[in-house]
């Protein structure tokens, strides 16, 4: 949609108008400039979609749910928001240079209490995701504190859908992306990347392909 609506860069087709007509017929430049700063205020050239959809009176947005990407890649190649300059000049050793990722606010979530009925332990990826969003400032009601001082989140009231990409030509990676999205962890280096995803995958495939079936319920028809 950003890129349907953008405007348009340079010089608009009305301004060139507006100045070759200025040439042609020896208008005042004092006229000129006021016509172009009309043009360049009140109006902007848009997509062929927009002005059918304004023209129309469709919405140009509307959802009835969130939708949510998973990035299933190994850590290394996916990518990240990196931070700004002043704080990559006061970076300290060992911190990444990159904001926090879903992944990070994951491994940070609560742990499991006595008082509470949530199985935080237990709680994959994809259930996080699809469940709870992360919040930015505690002022909101019934927000739930991330460890390490990580952020918020604040449980949803209808469950997300969650969209991720599976190299099912590449048996490894494939393996990789379900384990990342359906087996719990707090370190993802070292209780996903650091093992045999095939062999992890395969000690957990109950486990795995019942999470699954809740986010895939088509997959065997596909």
Sequence with gaps: LDYCTKNEGGPTALMKNINEEAIRSGEEPKETMRKLAKA???????????????????PLTKFS???????????????GLLKSKSELENLPENESI?????????EARPV??????????G???ADFTANYDIVYGGGRK????????????????????????????????HHRAVCVLFLPFRN?????????????????IDVIEERRQHYEKNRNIV
């Design 98 to 106: 990159f904001h926090n990722s879903l992944h990070n606010y994951y």
């Design 142 to 173: 019934n927000v739930i504190p991330l460890q390490n001082k990580k952020g918020f989140i604040v449980k949803r009231g209808k469950e997300a859908v969650i969209r991720y990409f599976l190299k099912l030509e590449k048996d490894e990676e």
């Design 40 to 58: 360049c205020d009140k109006g902007r050239e848009v997509s062929v979609q927009e002005s059918v959809y304004r023209t129309l009176g469709l």
């Design 123 to 125: 709680m994959c990826l």
């Design 65 to 79: 749910c969130k939708v949510k990407f998973i990035n299933s890649n190994h850590p290394e190649r996916r990518e």
């Design 112 to 121: 499991n209490d006595p008082d509470d009925e949530t199985d935080w332990d």
């Design 188 to 204: 993802e280096m070292q209780e996903i990347h650091s093992h045999d995803v095939e062999a992890l995958y395969l000690e957990n």
